[in-house]
């Protein structure tokens, strides 16, 4: 549990923060099935918008943003350390990607979701645009969704 207000703000590609999103990432998202965020090309994150939030220096939650072609931006690498969960930080960072893009002149936000973190996105008004389809990079269902800005 968090002692501490948790921070929500922007990080920096190639920065020691980032080096704690890769920790994060890969605990969270890649590790439990056997794979590792090595795995993934994440050289366009020099692009990408990374989102962060910090209980003191440490790094407890991330989410990143994508601009695509047009009036679309992903969300991705939702992940949110499992002691700080449910606690509102997973809601805190999409809000913040969402604002961003919204600033940014996108009007639609697009997203991959797992399986269990889809009751989740709905929460968040986002809907399902696809159907369930284990993708190659993790042995779970995922499925897209969007939301309108
Ligand atoms: C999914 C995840 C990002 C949500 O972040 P979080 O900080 O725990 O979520 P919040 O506390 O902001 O939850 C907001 C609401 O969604 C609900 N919620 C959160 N995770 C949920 C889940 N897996 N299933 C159903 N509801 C969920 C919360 O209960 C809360 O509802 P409320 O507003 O009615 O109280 C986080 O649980 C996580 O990192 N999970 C593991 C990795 C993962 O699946 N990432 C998503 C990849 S697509």
Do not use: C
């Not at 939650?61 to 939702?78: C, I, K, N, P, S």
């Amino acid at each position: 549990m968090p002692d501490n207000k948790i921070e929500i703000r922007p990080l920096e590609y190639g920065s020691d923060d980032y080096s704690q999103t890769l920790y994060l990432r890969h605990e969270v998202l890649r590790r439990p099935w056997g794979r590792s965020i090595a795995e993934d090309d994440l050289d366009h994150e020099a692009e990408d918008l990374l989102m962060g939030a910090f209980d003191g220096d440490k790094l407890v939650g991330l989410g990143t943003l994508v601009w695509l072609e047009g009036d679309t931006a992903q969300a991705r690498y939702m992940a949110i350390s499992e002691e700080y969960r449910y606690l509102g930080i997973g809601s805190e960072i999409l809000s913040a990607l969402e604002s961003a893009a919204r600033d940014a002149g996108r009007s639609k936000l697009i997203l991959n979701a797992r399986e269990k973190a889809i009751p989740f996105y709905e929460k968040h008004g986002y809907h399902l645009t696809g159907e369930l389809k284990v993708p190659p990079f993790i042995p779970i269902p995922h499925a897209m969704m969007e939301k309108a800005l």
